[in-house]
């Protein structure tokens, strides 16, 4: 199976900071990388697929980066309804996997 | 745009089946595979396999084969997962996924199972 790292393995922050979030495979994964937002209680809601292509809807202060077994998100500057938590996830190959998960919170 | 709506919370004992229902709407149902990822509490979710758009394939993770099984009904927009043999450690928040593809688009609001003697 893939596993998948996320760094740091928590976050704070304030509102307008830039933060980066990566996440670092045991393989390389060909960009087959996706990047959710997770609030408590409730669904992943997906961000970025592709390794760096923006999902419909989504802020345009989200974005993505990265190749082979390293990536990254970047978030341009807070907002508030961007603290909560982050999962990568690769579907280079089943079974799939998710990071462990980085929670932003508030400085 | 479409949603996902999921069957309710469901508390068994150990040893019994649970089966967790997604009703689609909104979009055509029968061209997006659907996946189940479950999500133990303050853990990372996790996959659990995938059925084919048409209902005709599944693949199932390793980890659940001989315990799990996927159907579909597309005439009802709708897919089912029904999981055997339950534990304690199958405690979990279970939710469908629409693949899009690799990636998951749209969820369903999550089914909480609860395992307990």
């Known amino acids: 199976d893939i596993q998948l790292t996320q760094s740091p393995s928590s976050l704070s922050a304030s509102v307008g900071d830039r933060v980066t979030i990566t996440c670092r495979a045991s393989q390389d994964i060909s960009n087959s990388l996706a990047w959710y937002q997770q609030e408590p209680g409730k669904a992943p809601k997906l961000l970025l697929y592709a390794a760096s292509n923006l999902e419909s809807g989504v802020p345009r202060r989200f974005s993505g980066s990265g190749s082979g077994a390293d990536y990254s998100l970047t978030i341009s500057s807070l907002q508030p309804e961007d603290f909560t938590t982050y999962f990568c996830?690769?579907?280079?190959?089943?079974?799939?996997?998710f990071g462990p998960g980085t929670p932003v919170d508030i400085k | 745009q479409g949603q996902i709506v999921q069957s309710g919370a469901e508390v068994k004992k150990p040893g019994a089946s649970v089966k967790v229902s997604c009703k689609a709407s909104g979009y055509r149902f029968s061209n997006y595979a659907m996946h189940w990822v479950r999500q133990a509490p303050g853990q990372r979710p996790e996959w659990m396999g995938w059925?084919?758009?048409?209902?005709?394939?599944?693949k199932i993770s390793q980890k659940f084969q001989g315990r799990v099984t996927f159907s579909r009904d597309i005439s009802a927009s709708t897919v089912h997962m029904e999981l055997r043999s339950l534990r304690s450690e199958d405690t979990a928040v279970y939710f469908c996924a629409r693949e899009t593809p690799g990636a998951f688009d749209m969820w369903g609001q999550g089914t909480m199972v609860t395992v307990s003697s």
């Open positions: 996830q690769q579907y280079f190959t089943t079974p799939y996997t």
């Open positions: 059925i084919t758009a048409g209902g005709d394939n599944t």
